[in-house]
Each structure stands twice: as structure tokens, then as C-alpha cells.
């Protein structure tokens, strides 16, 4: 991969290494009621929509903030004030769905399996038949404490079987992993500029069923995550209503332009699935264990058990890792100590194998026979 600059290369979820194309495209400053950034950010509305197969019935929302605050927009404003949300939850993320509905004081409720354990699809129609209270269901396409793929259109069908709304947040997905809009019912998906587009952070965005959209109106509990507020002051000037992250609008433009030169999301599935596929055999020809079997596992996060030689820190890994130009992640588990290695961002084989062969060093250096759990 082409690089300008000697930075670590992160390993994470995001904030990722960018391409420098992406970042040489914040080299100006740009006035945001002019011509030249509202046409950006109509490119990357429209770009967003092309690569979501929504078409014409979905529509790009863009948000300041990070990934966070576009779940916590779309939750607003998807879901009635007298609503009543079922959160398919197996991990951080969808716990903190359930926090954005506590602080909103919106009616949830959660549909709970382990870290490590897919949702029970046929549980969750049973329990949206027996209660008609529950207007929306809400999931994450790709639980990144875990790396964990949940079955999108399983669950979308499941859904809409019911007569329900689908919300996902699809943060860590969007852009990689195939999710068709054209074939899977859902109202709307939330993802951020930071991760499998491979542009900075500083964006959120939803892609929405305008016409459950425009029938949200009057719904958010907040000005500021108003997501039909901001559709309705874009869609009339073209304009953003507070602030926009100017540098980060042209970044993203760069970065879809990449997107699309690599294949859009098949491409990118296929070098991240490559990335992932070296990351976990190498790792494993070194002792280590990763948490989810094939068949579980998103090519974009993998997690690790922590080695039990006594003489593995993590603490202390990471810091030789970044000296030798790798940044990785800590765990985020509850059920078991972890630590995780990204596949995502402007990385590609020979990078993976760089991570590989500087991990193999690191554990040679600090006396750890293996990295078995
Ligand atoms: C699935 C998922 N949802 C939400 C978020 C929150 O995004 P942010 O940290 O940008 O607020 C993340 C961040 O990694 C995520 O992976």
C-alpha cells in the first residue's frame, strides 16, 4: 500500500491508517455555505446511497459527530416517543443502544445472548408476536467487541415477518460486509466516516427510508440529532444546519472515490477477508486462540484469549508492537480477557504479514514460548 508517512499502522476499528489521497484532500479550507462544499457533500450523499443498493427509496443523512451519535440520531428519530424498541444485543454496542434509549427515556427492551453467540432469531419472532408494543427492533450488523457478524438478513426477515421496523447500527460493516438495501427491510443504517470507507472521523451518517423518515417527523428528543431536521435543511439548501466537519466531507469524498476504484464493497470484502484470513492463521501458528470460530467471524476485528505464559503483559506487547509500527487493540469482553488485532483500513497482505512477523519478534523479546491461552 502507498504510504507518505512513517506513522504506526493501526490495527484497530477505527480511527484507521487512511490512504494519502484521503489525506491530502483536507489541504484547503472551505467556507461551508459555499457552492464548493455543498456540492461535496451532495457526492457524498448520493455516493452513500449508490453503495447501500437503497435507490430511490433511501436517503444519506450526514452528522456531525462520531459513530455514536448517529445511532443515538437514528434511535430519536426512528422511533416514536411512545414507541417501544426490542435491542438484539451480544455485545458493548447493543448495551449502549440500551443506554441512548435509558437517557431518552424511550420503552426498551433487550434480547440478550452471549459475546461470543449469534441472536436467537426464532426467540426474538416469538417474542415480537407476543408483544405488540414493540413497534422497532434494533441489532448490530457486526458487534465489534467481539468481531462477531450477526445474521442480518435472518433477522431482517424475521422482522418484517412480525410487521416490525429494523433499525441497525452497522458502524464497523458498512462498506465491506455486503448489506443490500434493494433485498433487506429496515428503515435505516447507521455508520461513520472512520471505518470500512476508510475516510477520518469526525462524520456519522444514516442511510433512511425517506418515507419512514418523513414520517419520524416531530419524533427526536434533541435539536442536534434531529435527523429529519437535518434531512429537510439539506434537502431544501443543500446546506448543513449547524457546523459542518468541512475537511472531513472532502476526506470522505476521497476515500469513496478509493471504495469505488477497489470494487466498492465486494472489493473491500475481499481484501479485508484476505487480511483477516493471514491475520488469524498467523496468530494461530504462534499459539494464539481466536474467540470466534470461521463461521462467526467479520473480516474486520479479530479477537484473541490472552496467553497464559506468565511472561506475556499485555500492557507491555503493545508497547513493543507500536515501537516496531504496529498499533493494536485492548480487549472489551466481559466473558473473557482478550485482546483484538483490525483488519480494516488502507492495509493490505503484506502489512498483515509485517503485524505477524513483528508479534513473533515481540514474543521472542519478552521471553513467551506461545500465545496459547
Ligand atoms: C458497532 C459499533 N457501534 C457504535 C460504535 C460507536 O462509534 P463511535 O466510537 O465512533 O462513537 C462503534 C465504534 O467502534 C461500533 O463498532
Known sequence: MKRTTDDPLLLTPGPLT??????????????????SFIDATRRVREGLVEVSGGGEDFTAVPLQGSGTFAVEAMIGTFLPRDGKLLIVVNGAYGHRIAKICAYMQRACEVAETPEDTPPDIPAIAARLAADPEIGHVVVVHCETTSGILNPIEELAAAVAGQGRRLLIDAMSAFGAIPLDLAKVPCDAVAASSNKCFEGVPGMGFVLCRTSALTAA?????????DLHDQWAAMEGNGQWRFTPPTHVVFAFEAALRAHAAEGGVAGRFKRYSENCRILVDGMRALGFEPLLSHNLQAPIIVTFRMPSDPAFAFADFYDRLKDRGYVIYPGKLTVADSFRIGCIGHL??????????????????????SGAP
Request: aromatic share 2%; no cysteine.
Open 217 to 225: 417527523a416531530g419524533n427526536a428528543h434533541s435539536l442536534s440529532l
Open 348 to 369: 493490505d497482505g503484506d502489512d498483515m504479514r509485517g503485524a505477524l512477523a513483528a508479534v513473533e519478534e515481540t514474543l521472542r523479546e519478552m521471553g513467551v514460548a
Open 18 to 35: 487512511t490512504a494519502p489521497e484521503t489525506k491530502q484532500a483536507m489541504l484547503h479550507d472551505w467556507g461551508s455555505r459555499d457552492r
